[in-house]
């Protein structure tokens, strides 16, 4: 979809963990996904909460795409941040993970309150294209605790500034809150980090929020979903995707997509 050699697309998802009864079934829905995702055709995905199993059949579905991530509780275990992203497109150089607590590198740490493990899952890559590089860092911050959102989004921000200097650093995630919140006012603030919603030349869906819980096609009342970016980006266009498929919710997130020149 891509139509110039600077020109990325960019996605952010919330695939939903494998829990529900049909009609949202995981065995249903990875297929309203993998739809989805085709006719997108993102260059490179954000995704939350899948579990090392639905990755695998993500990557299945998904041919064109190679994936980075690790279990919020170490190795396969728990919720996945995985990246997915379109080799022919996208090189990996590097790549790593931290834990959203005061012991970031500790796997499965958890200090602000919040039940359960929350992380981040980030990737340097290099557009074959272009030519450019940009980091993608991608997470989920927790969706009962203040605090560890509040604190996640600090300690997202000095870990996106160890990142080498002059490559641009692209921010996705289901972030449990929306505009009015602390962590954006930090991150589109002191954080330094800015909004593509708002930056875009143009946008669709401006009236949608993005958690639908499979039940609210308006999406809510918040864009709870954000692609955030620091360093030299021009935004072209931001969508919330309100695709149904056979008229069905593909998960109970809509994804949320922005194009961007490096």
């Not at 991150?187 to 499979?214: C, H, I, K, P, V």
Request: with cysteine; net charge negative.
């Amino acid at each position: 979809m891509s139509t110039s050699a600077n020109e990325l697309r960019i996605m952010t998802y919330n695939v939903r963990v494998e829990c529900d009864l049909s009609p949202n079934s995981w065995e249903e829905r990875r297929l309203r996904i993998q739809k989805l995702i085709t006719e997108q055709a993102p260059d490179i995905i954000g995704t939350q909460e899948g579990m090392f199993g639905q990755v695998k059949d993500l990557q299945a579905l998904l041919p064109d795409y190679e994936w980075i991530g690790e279990g919020r509780d170490g190795g396969s275990q728990g919720e996945f941040m995985a990246i997915f992203y379109n080799r022919s497109r996208l090189e990996l150089t590097e790549y790593g993970h931290f834990w959203l607590s005061d012991t970031p590198m500790m796997i499965g740490s958890k200090t602000w309150g919040n039940h359960h493990a929350r992380m981040a899952t980030w990737g340097r890559f290099e557009d074959r294209q272009s030519g450019k590089a940009f980091y993608l860092l991608n997470t989920h911050l927790d969706h009962q605790s203040e605090e560890a959102r509040g604190k996640g989004a600090r300690l997202l921000a000095a870990e996106a500034d160890r990142f080498a200097s002059g490559c641009p650093v692209i921010l996705t995630g289901d972030f449990n809150a929306g505009e009015d919140s602390e962590p954006y006012r930090y991150l589109t603030g002191e954080g330094g980090f800015q909004d593509t919603w708002f930056e875009a030349a143009s946008r669709d869906n401006e009236t949608l929020g993005s958690f639908t819980g499979y039940t609210r096609p308006d999406g809510g009342q918040h864009r709870i979903d954000w692609i955030l970016t620091k360093g030299e980006a021009q935004i072209i266009k931001a969508q919330i995707i309100n695709t149904l498929i056979e008229g069905q919710f593909p998960s109970d997130h809509y994804p949320v997509t922005a194009i961007l020149y490096i």
